[in-house]
T-cell receptor
Framework: DTGVSQDPRHKITKRGQNVTFRCDPISEHNRLYWYRQTLGQGPEFLTYFQNEAQLEKSRLLSDRFSAERPKGSFSTLEIQRTEQGDSAMYLC?????????????FGPGTRLTVL | AQSVTQPDIHITVSEGASLELRCNYSYGATPYLFWYVQSPGQGLQLLLKYFSGDTLVQGIKGFEAEFKRSQSSFNLRKPSVHWSDAAEYFCAVESSGYSTLTFGKGTMLLVSP
């Protein structure tokens, strides 16, 4: 169990550029979540995958945000035409196929700074 | 919709003193509740969780939490704080749909010598 990993850990970009983040969940976990955390706030749910199916995406912040999990393993989160308001920590979490109250294991996050 | 309130943004505790961090939730059914800790530059680590049974839950690092349905609270406690406990603490409630977590805004714990 190597834990949830995220890459890159830090990303600095200029406004208007596209960015993509990667999340590698714990290997046997079929459920994957993306959250965003801004300064002084708790994490905020963005989207959810079960295997390769994106079952909840209504909480993505705008149509500039998209996520994929093509083979049910790693996932990517893309932000197009970044804005300064997109600056935040983006967290990925995974959990097993079990019932409710199974633990979500979080990765270390990708900190995005938009200049 | 569910929500979580952590009334204290910052708390300072002397090393060796006891700690209580407050959490109030709003949820229509039986809540599944969690406490996570986040150290600077790190992801979230689960301290403990409640979903049924005994309302006093034991977690890692000597933490415990008590679920009180009548008060809609799930307060985190530790009898003796160590300097390494300085971090940000988040309370969360799990939804019944896809088990997404709704977090409070967090409480930053500072430990003084």
């Amino acid at each position: 169990d190597t834990g949830v990993s995220q890459d890159p850990r830090h990303k600095i970009t200029k406004r208007g550029q596209n960015v993509t983040f990667r999340c590698d969940p714990i290997s046997e976990h079929n459920r994957l979540y993306w959250y965003r955390q801004t300064l002084g706030q708790g994490p905020e749910f963005l989207t959810y995958f079960q295997n390769e199916a994106q079952l909840e995406k209504s909480r993505l912040l705008s149509d500039r945000f998209s996520a994929e999990r093509p083979k049910g393993s790693f996932s990517t989160l893309e932000i197009q035409r970044t804005e300064q308001g997109d600056s935040a920590m983006y967290l990925c979490a995974s959990r097993t196929r079990g019932g409710r109250a199974d633990t979500q294991y979080f990765g270390p996050g990708t900190r995005l700074t938009v200049l | 919709a569910q929500s979580v309130t952590q009334p204290d943004i910052h708390i300072t505790v002397s090393e060796g003193a006891s700690l209580e961090l407050r959490c109030n939730y709003s949820y229509g059914a039986t809540p599944y509740l969690f406490w996570y800790v986040q150290s600077p530059g790190q992801g979230l680590q689960l301290l403990l969780k409640y979903f049924s049974g005994d309302t006093l839950v034991q977690g890692i690092k000597g933490f415990e939490a008590e679920f009180k349905r009548s008060q809609s609270s799930f307060n985190l406690r530790k009898p003796s704080v160590h300097w390494s406990d300085a971090a940000e603490y988040f309370c969360a409630v799990e939804s019944s749909g896809y088990s997404t977590l709704t977090f409070g805004k967090g409480t930053m714990l500072l430990v003084s010598p």
